[in-house]
């Protein structure tokens, strides 16, 4: 008798039959200058982030550091040295829904990651 391999799931199984296409930010609030709604939808293609892993891959090795200390003055803490397909996989099959709520003294902010 063979082991079968185990699943953590049901969505074990799902994502690999049907990857997601798409990451999803949405983005909802209020302007503090005039109170009015904010509404910000992007919905970015799987296959473009797994191109810019790749592409990371052609930073040449004297650049790197240069990218790492912009992208950290940016407020992202991102070693572009340590990114890697397998991590963006990782990513994707763990990302079922995100939302963070940012709230200030002005305004009210939700932001929401799924994929599709």
Known sequence: MQNEPE???PAAGAATLNPPKY???NV????PKDGEPIHVNVR???G???VGVRFANFIPPSARQQVNDEL???GMDVDVNQISPEDLRELIDNL???TIDVDR???KVRVSIYTE
């Open 28 to 31: 909802d609030g209020t302007d």
């Open 72 to 74: 950290r003055k940016q």
């Open 105 to 107: 003294p002005d305004a």
């Open 96 to 98: 079922k829904d995100l």
């Open 44 to 46: 970015l293609p799987i």
């Open 23 to 25: 990451l999803h930010v």
């Open 48 to 50: 473009l982030l797994r």
């Open 7 to 9: 699943t953590s799931g």
